[in-house]
Nanobody
Framework: VQLVESGGGLVQPGGSQRLSCAAS????????MGWYRQAPGKQRELVAV???????NVVDSVKGRFTISRDNAESTVYLQMNSLKPEDTAVYYC?????????WGQGAQVTVSS
């Protein structure tokens, strides 16, 4: 199983960025997918999840700003981040949970700074 994140980098406050996570080695459509993040000195926290059926949920701190989606044909999950704030700065991790267990990506750094 391999989860590869892309799309991280430096963005100014108020800007937008989209993270992608390409999955391989799993039957993607059978897996719930999620995004977590870990800021320096803090615990890893859930940001957003999408079930195998497409139902989504995001945490209150990013509600109205972040959107999670998936493309089963491409085995890819996305996190669209708008109106970014400095407190969104973190390493963002892709997560897959399904028949063969749970798996993590290597993480993508997102830095929100002017």
């Amino acid at each position: 199983v391999q989860l590869v994140e892309s799309g991280g980098g430096l963005v100014q406050p108020g800007g937008s960025q989209r993270l992608s996570c390409a999955a391989s080695g799993i039957i993607f459509s059978m897996y719930a997918m999620g995004w977590y993040r870990q800021a320096p000195g803090k615990q890893r926290e859930l940001v957003a999840v999408i079930t195998s059926g497409g139902r989504t949920n995001v945490v209150d701190s990013v509600k109205g700003r972040f959107t999670i989606s998936r493309d089963n044909a491409e085995s890819t999950v996305y996190l669209q981040m708008n109106s970014l704030k400095p407190e969104d700065t973190a390493v963002y991790y892709c997560y897959a949970a399904g028949p063969s267990g749970a798996n993590w990506g290597q993480g993508a750094q997102v830095t929100v700074s002017s």
